[in-house]
C-alpha cells in the first residue's frame, strides 16, 4: 500500500468513525437519555480511531531514517564496517543516492548495489509495518470505542479532557523549542571542544580557521581565539548603540511628550515601516550605498576608511533598532504615573525640566532594559554584518577599520560544503552556543528589569 | 512683612534670571526631538529613493530587433526531424549570421566574438525552442525581437562610463559604436522585463528572474502558517484561559518570552543540527525553511494571540458560562470567534517577518544557486529574501539593479501583508 493512498484512506476512516459514533448516540438517543451531547460520541470514536494511526506516523518519521541506516550497515561487508564511522556515514550517502535512483559520481565500494537494494527493502518493510500495524489497532482501538459508546459514556468531559492535554502539549512547545536550540548547539560545542581547548577559544588573539587539508600542509593549523570576533561585535554593536539609543530615546519623548497628535499619527507609522524593512535590505543599503558614500567621505577629510568599515555596518545597524529602542521607550515613558508629572509642573518646572529630572530618572530601569533587548539584538543581527562587515578577524577598536563579527563567521563557517567532524563547522556551533548564551542573558535580565519597573508603577 | 516682600522679590528676580537660559534650554531639548525624528525621516528617504532609483530600470530590458534565417542546412542538414539532432544543432552561428547582415564588415575572430556577445547568451537556447517547438519555422526567416546582452543594456541605461580607457570597462569600442549604429536604425528598444517575473535564478542577469525565489518563499510561508498557527493559537488558548499559576507555567511563559528574542541565525542552527542532520530531511529546501521559521514565528503568534484574547471582554465568558456551557465550549464556541480576528492580524505580521527573514536560511543551505523553480516543498529552493543576497554578492553590474528590484518585490509583498492585516483589524474589530 503506499503511503498516500495510506494517508488518504486514513482521513477518509477518520471521517467515517466520527459519523458512526455520532450515528450510534443518535439511535441511542429513541431509548435512553444521553450524557453528552450527539457530536461528542462521534469526536470520541474518532479520538480513539486517530490516536494510534498519529503516533505510529510520528514515531516512524522520527525513527525510519535511523533504523533502516543501521539495518543496512549492519548487512555491510565485514571489511566496510571494520572502517571509521566517517566513513561509514560517507559510504552510507552513497548508498542512499544510489538507493534514491540517482547516478554516483567517482569510485565506489563492492557491495554497494547490494547495500542500495537492502536499503530499499528495509524502507519498504519498515512503512508496511508501520502502515498495517497502525491500520489493524485504529480499527480495533476504534472498534472498543464503538462498542462502549451507551448513554452513560462521559462523552464531553472524555473529550474535553483530550483538547485540553493537546492545549497544554502545545503549549510545552516552546520548552522544546529551548531545549532543541540549546541542545543542538551544544553538542556540536562538545565536539568542538574536545578538539580545541575551551581556553584557547575563550581567550585566543588569533582568528584563522582554515584547516589544513593534507597532514603535511604547512602554516594552517587552524587557530580559533575568538577575542577578534567578540571585540568586533562589540565595536559594532557599540557603534549601533550609540545611533539607535539618543535617537530612539528623543524619538520616543518627543512623541508622547510634544508632538501634537497629528505629527504621531505620521510619525509612527513611518518607526513601522522601519521596523519592518528585512535586515538583507538594509545589508544591501549598507554595503552598496553607504559604504562606498562613507570611504568617499574619509578621502575627501584625507581618512583611510575601509569600505567595509564597523562605522557604516554600525549606523546602518543602529537605524534598524531606532524603531526598537523608541517603542520601549514609549511603553516605560507613559507607564510614568501623571501625578509625578502634575508634581513637578506644580513646582514650576518646565516640561523639559520635568522630562530631564523626574521622567527619565523614574523610568530609568525600564530604559536599561530596553537598552539591553536593543543590545542582544545587535549582537545577534546577522545579514547587515554578512554583507557590509568585513571577513578577515582583526583585532581592532578602530570604527573605521574592517572588523569581523561572530554572527558573520557562523555564517562564512556554515555556508558552502561541510563536514561535520571539522573543528571549521564545530566552531560555528561553540560560536552559536556563545551567542545564544549572552543573548539569552540579556533578554532574561532586560525582561526582568521592565517586568519589575512595571510592577513598581502598577 | 515687608521683609517677606523683599524675600518673594529676590527669589523672583533669581527665577527671571535663570528663565532665559532655562527657556533656552527647553527649546533646545525639543529641537534635539525634532532632529531625531528627521534623522529617521531623511533616512527613509534616502533609503527608498536610492534602492527605486537603483531597481527601476531592472523592470526593463533592451532588445534587438533581429532577422534570423532558420538555415535547414545547420539545423537539420539530414532532414531527419529528427528531435536529438536538432537540440545539438549550431544555433550559435544563426545568431552570429543574422547579425552580419547587420554588420558585414566583422571579420576577425575577436570582432566576430564581440558582435555575438551584443545578445544575450541564452538567444540561441530560445531558437532552440522555437525550432523544436514547431518544425515548420525550419527554412524560414523569422523576425524577432532578442533579449541584448547585460553589459550592453547596462551601457544604454547609462551605467558603462564609455569615457573611460577600452580595457577598464566590459564593452569594447567597436559595441559601443554597433550599439549607437543599431540605435539609429531604430533597432533597439526597452521593453518591459518579464524574464524578471517568470524565471529562476541565471548567471546571466538577463536571463535571472525571482519567480524560483518567489515559488520558494510561497512554500515556505505555507508551511509557516500550517505549522506555526494551530499550535501558537493553542498554546495561546491554554496560557490564557486554563493554565494553573504554577511555577511549570511560569517557565513556559519565560521560554516563549525568550524564544521570542533568540537572535534568528541561532534558529538556523537548529535547523541544521536537527531537521538535516538528525532527521536527514533535504538542504536547501522548503519544507525545512517552513519549519524553522515555524519556530520563530511560533512565539510571535503566541504573544499576539494571548492579546486577541484578552481584549475579550469577560462578560462573554460569564454569560456563557452562565447559560452552562463547559469551559472548553464556553472557549471555542464564543470567545475563539470573537478573538479570531486579532489573532490572524497579528499572526500575518508575524509571518510578513518571517518573509524577510534570510539569516536562518543561510544555515540551511538555501543560499544554493538553483535555476528551476520549485514545484514542491522538497524540492530544492531559493527564497525572495535569499536571492537579493545572492545577487547584492553577484560582481555583474546587472545584479545591482536587479538585487534593486527583487528588493522591490520584496518590499511590495511585505506591503501587501502588512495591509492585509491591517484592513483584516479594520474590517472585523469590534469596540467592546
Given at each position: 500500500m503506499s503511503l498516500s493512498l495510506f494517508l488518504i484512506s486514513i482521513i477518509f476512516l477518520g471521517f467515517l468513525s466520527f459519523f458512526w459514533g455520532k450515528r450510534k448516540a443518535l439511535l441511542l438517543k429513541n431509548t435512553e437519555s444521553l450524557h453528552s451531547l450527539p457530536r461528542y460520541y462521534g469526536y470520541y470514536s474518532l479520538a480513539w480511531f486517530a490516536a494510534p494511526s498519529l503516533l505510529i506516523i510520528f514515531l516512524w518519521l522520527l525513527f525510519s531514517e535511523s533504523f533502516v541506516t543501521n539495518q543496512v550497515i549492519s548487512l555491510l561487508p565485514e571489511s566496510i564496517r571494520a572502517l571509521s564511522p566517517n566513513e561509514i556515514t560517507l559510504r552510507m550517502n552513497d548508498v542512499k543516492n544510489l538507493a534514491a535512483g540517482n547516478l554516483i559520481a567517482g569510485e565506489s565500494f563492492i557491495g554497494l548495489e547490494q547495500a542500495a537494494a537492502n536499503y530499499n527493502r528495509i524502507t519498504k518493510l519498515v512503512q508496511d509495518v508501520a502502515i498495517y500495524s497502525s491500520l489493524v489497532l485504529s480499527l480495533a482501538l476504534f472498534i472498543f470505542s464503538y462498542r462502549s459508546i451507551s448513554g452513560t459514556l462521559r462523552a464531553r468531559n472524555k473529550v474535553e479532557k483530550i483538547i485540553s492535554n493537546l492545549l497544554l502539549a502545545s503549549a510545552t512547545v516552546a520548552i522544546f523549542a529551548t531545549a532543541g536550540i540549546l541542545l543542538s548547539v551544544l553538542f556540536e560545542a562538545i565536539r568542538f571542544f574536545q578538539i580545541i581547548s575551551f581556553d584557547d577559544f575563550l581567550f585566543g588573539l588569533t582568528w584563522s580557521p582554515q584547516m589544513a587539508i593534507r597532514e603535511d600542509q604547512v602554516g594552517s593549523s587552524g587557530l580559533f581565539g575568538a577575542i577578534p570576533l567578540f571585540a568586533g561585535t562589540a565595536l559594532i554593536s557599540l557603534i549601533s548603540l550609540t545611533v539607535a539609543v539618543p535617537v530612539g530615546l528623543m524619538t520616543a519623548i518627543y512623541l508622547s511628550e510634544y508632538a501634537p497628535s497629528k505629527v504621531r499619527s505620521y510619525t509612527k507609522p513611518m518607526l513601522e515601516i522601519l521596523s519592518g524593512i528585512p535586515t538583507v535590505v538594509y545589508g544591501f543599503f549598507a554595503a552598496i550605498t553607504l559604504a562606498p558614500f562613507i570611504r568617499d567621505f574619509g578621502v575627501t577629510i584625507g581618512l583611510d576608511i575601509a569600505s567595509e568599515s564597523a562605522l557604516g555596518v554600525g549606523l546602518v545597524m543602529g537605524i534598524m533598532i531606532i524603531p526598537l529602542v523608541s517603542s520601549l521607550s514609549d511603553d516605560v515613558i507613559s507607564a510614568v504615573p501623571q501625578a509625578m508629572r502634575d508634581g513637578s509642573y506644580g513646582l514650576g518646572a518646565t516640561k523639559s525640566e520635568t522630562i530631564k529630572k523626574v521622567i527619565i530618572p523614574a523610568a530609568l530601569p525600564g530604559i536599561v532594559g530596553g537598552i539591553l533587548l536593543a543590545a542582544s539584538r545587535a549582537i545577534g543581527e546577522t545579514m547587515i554584518v554578512v554583507m557590509a562587515a568585513g571577513l578577515s578577524a582583526r583585532l581592532s577598536f578602530n570604527p573605521i577599520d574592517a572588523v569581523t563579527t561572530v554572527t558573520v563567521q557562523i555564517v562564512t563557517l556554515l555556508v558552502g560544503d561541510q563536514e561535520f567532524d571539522s573543528p571549521k563547522t564545530l566552531a560555528a556551533f561553540a560560536l552559536g552556543l556563545t551567542l545564544f548564551l549572552v543573548t539569552l542573558a540579556l533578554n532574561f535580565y532586560a525582561l526582568k528589569i521592565v517586568r519589575k519597573y512595571r510592577e513598581q508603577y502598577e | 512683612m515687608s521683609n517677606t516682600l523683599q524675600e518673594t522679590q529676590d527669589i523672583s528676580e533669581i527665577v527671571n534670571r535663570g528663565l532665559k537660559k532655562r527657556y533656552r534650554s527647553e527649546f533646545m531639548f525639543r529641537f534635539y526631538g525634532v532632529v531625531s525624528i528627521l534623522f529617521a525621516v531623511v533616512f527613509l528617504l534616502v533609503f527608498f529613493s536610492s534602492i527605486i532609483s537603483k531597481g527601476y530600470s531592472a523592470f526593463t530590458q533592451g532588445e534587438l530587433n533581429m532577422k534570423i534565417y532558420l538555415n535547414e542546412e545547420v539545423i537539420d542538414p539530414d532532414r531527419l526531424r529528427d528531435e536529438e539532432e536538432i537540440r545539438y544543432a549550431n544555433f550559435d552561428k544563426l545568431v552570429l549570421d543574422s547579425l552580419k547582415t547587420y554588420f558585414p564588415e566583422v571579420s576577425s575572430r575577436k570582432e566576430r566574438k564581440e558582435l555575438k556577445s551584443?545578445?544575450?547568451?541564452?538567444t540561441s537556447l530560445r531558437l532552440q525552442s522555437m525550432v523544436l517547438n514547431d518544425y515548420?519555422?525550419?527554412?524560414q526567416e523569422i523576425d524577432i525581437w532578442v533579449r541584448l546582452d547585460s553589459d550592453i543594456d547596462m551601457y544604454l541605461k547609462g551605467n558603462i562610463d564609455v569615457s573611460l580607457d577600452e580595457s577598464q570597462r566590459r564593452i569594447s569600442d567597436n559595441q559601443v559604436r554597433w550599439v549607437q549604429e543599431l540605435q539609429e536604425q531604430n533597432l533597439i528598444r526597452q521593453n518591459f522585463n518579464s524574464t524578471l517575473f517568470t524565471a529562476g535564478d541565471s548567471r546571466e542577469p538577463e536571463l535571472a528572474g525571482v519567480l524560483g525565489a518567489l515559488v520558494g518563499s510561497f512554500f515556505m510561508l505555507i508551511i509557516t502558517f500550517i505549522v506555526a498557527f494551530p499550535l501558537g493559537v493553542a498554546a495561546a488558548i491554554y496560557l490564557e484561559?486554563?493554565?494553573?499559576?504554577n511555577r511549570f507555567i511560569d517557565f513556559v511563559e519565560v521560554n516563549i518570552n525568550n524564544l521570542a528574542a533568540v537572535p534568528s541565525i541561532i534558529y538556523g542552527l537548529l535547523g541544521l543540527a536537527v531537521?538535516?542532520?538528525?532527521?536527514g530531511m533535504p538542504r536547501s529546501a522548503p519544507l525545512v525553511g517552513g519549519l524553522v521559521l515555524a519556530l520563530m514565528t511560533f512565539p510571535v503568534i503566541i504573544i499576539a494571540s494571548r492579546a486577541a484574547l484578552q481584549s475579550v471582554p469577560p462578560s462573554i465568558t460569564d454569560a456563557a458560562l452562565g447559560v452552562g456551557a463547559s469551559k472548553i465550549q464556553t472557549v471555542f464556541d464564543h470567545v475563539f470567534p470573537l478573538a479570531l480576528p486579532g489573532m490572524l492580524t497579528g499572526s500575518i505580521i508575524g509571518m510578513a517577518r518571517a518573509l524577510g527573514e534570510s539569516a536562518p536560511l543561510l544555515m540551511i543551505g538555501m543560499v544554493a544557486f538553483v535555476v528551476d523553480v520549485p514545484s514542491s516543498p522538497l524540492d530544492s529552493s531559493a527564497a525572495l529574501p535569499v536571492q537579493v543576497y545572492l545577487w547584492a554578492d553577484a560582481?555583474?553590474?546587472?545584479f545591482v539593479e536587479r538585487t534593486s528590484a527583487a528588493i522591490l518585490v520584496l518590499l511590495f509583498f511585505l506591503l501587501l501583508m502588512n495591509s492585509t492585516a491591517i484592513w483584516l483589524r479594520n474590517k472585523f474589530e469590534t469596540k467592546w
Open positions: - | 551584443l545578445v544575450s547568451s541564452g515548420s519555422l525550419i527554412g484561559e486554563f493554565a494553573p499559576k531537521f538535516i542532520n538528525f532527521f560582481p555583474e553590474r546587472g
